[in-house]
């Protein structure tokens, strides 16, 4: 890609990264308001010091959990919640759910309306009216990268699909990535959401939108994923949880900037559809879309690159990387889409919604039916 190619950067209008900085959330959102709703995962007694550090600063707080990955439903309550009890800032903290969930009820407690009348492919894809209540992201996993994005991705049980709430207004005043809070994920969400993040750092860095500031991003980051996500799995220690954190921002930063790629055109589809972890989704899928890629690129290709920057071998091949990646996944035990009831009769289906998946667009090269269910097929 020529230097001069043109391209716009945007995100989050400030980043904190760093071992403690979660310290420095309640002086922030005190700047920005003074009734904080605070969205939590599942559990929300895990955002206790967040909650006891915002009452220090003098803030009143409402705390709103939401079970899974979001749905419109949950995006719905959790404004309405927001405006009952008048709140005039919101927190998310938690993983890419809660992330996801929290920027959409930002975005939808200023602006009229329903959901659908703001929604992508099922919705009326309109632009948003208001800015959004001012918006603080606070990862706890390591791989969405959501913290840096405009979008909150939503499903629809109804239409067995998860679409996107997007809007640059939506990126975040602030974001605070620190380790520590990744520090007691167990090995399992480890290795799905760190394939994620592997897999937002590969599909940006191969995409057909690259540019020289995401290729950056990724040039840093997927070595680091490369050398610390297994031992983050099995054997963590800070300097692993770091580097997948860091890899995890970056992953946002470029994916929000450049694009994905079929990986993830394929895992929105299917995760409306099925009840599949979508970094697990994403990891099955990883190594069969890089292959198929692989047949339809010229013989010089960024997979090359990626490849050497996977293992560190200067002489490393393309083939190299889609080999690496298999036995990644091998070893942190992902188990193929057949474990979340996946079929071949699925496939013409799962194909149809991929083609309209905005990640899709951004695939290195266009991939025909045939193509796409040998994909699938090679995944199950």
């Not at 959901?115 to 996993?141: R, W």
């Not at 990268?145 to 640059?168: F, I, M, Q, Y």
């Amino acid at each position: 890609m020529s230097g001069s190619t043109p391209f716009e950067f945007a995100t989050a209008t400030r980043i904190l990264f760093g071992a403690g900085k979660l310290t420095e959330a309640a002086p922030v959102a005190a700047t920005l308001g003074k009734h904080a709703l605070v969205v939590t995962g599942s559990n929300p007694d895990r955002a206790q010091k967040l909650l006891e550090s915002l009452r220090e600063e003098g803030l009143k707080s409402t705390v709103h959990s939401v079970a899974g990955e979001p749905k419109i439903a949950d995006a719905q309550a959790g404004t309405e919640c927001a405006r009952q009890n008048n709140c005039d800032l919101v927190i998310a903290f938690g993983g890419g759910s809660a992330i996801d969930a929290g920027k959409a009820i930002a975005a939808l407690c200023t602006n009229p309306g329903q959901p659908l009348d703001y929604l992508e492919v099922i919705g009326k894809g309109q632009p948003l009216i208001q800015s959004p209540a001012p918006f603080i992201a606070i990862p706890t996993t390591a791989g969405t990268g959501a913290e840096v994005t405009r979008n909150a991705v939503l499903s629809s049980p109804e239409d067995r699909v998860k679409v996107s709430l997007r809007h640059p207004l939506m990126l975040p005043k602030l974001a605070i990535v620190d380790p520590q809070l990744t520090y007691e994920l167990p090995p399992k969400i480890t290795a799905t959401t760190g394939l994620d993040a592997l897999t937002q750092l590969i599909e940006p860095f191969t995409c057909n939108r690259a540019n020289p500031m995401t290729d950056a991003l990724c040039r840093e980051a997927i070595p680091r994923a490369a050398r610390s996500l297994q031992r983050a799995c099995e054997n963590p220690t800070p300097a692993s949880r770091e580097d997948m954190a860091l890899a995890s921002l970056h992953g946002g930063l470029a994916l929000a900037n450049s694009g994905l790629g079929a990986v993830h055109g394929f895992a929105a589809p299917i995760g409306g559809m099925f009840e599949a972890p979508h970094g697990a989704v994403c990891a099955a899928l990883l190594p069969h879309v890089m292959a198929a890629n692989l047949k339809a690129l010229p013989k010089e290709n960024r997979y090359i690159q990626t490849a050497r920057l996977l293992t560190g071998n200067p002489q490393a091949t393309a083939q190299d990387a889609i080999q690496w990646v298999k036995n990644l996944v091998q070893t942190l035990k992902i188990p193929g889409l057949s474990a979340y009831a996946i079929t071949e009769e699925d496939f013409p289906a799962i194909t149809k919604k991929a083609r309209t998946a905005s990640s899709m667009k951004a695939n290195p090269v266009s991939l025909d039916d045939d193509q796409l269910a040998g994909i699938l097929q090679a995944a199950l």
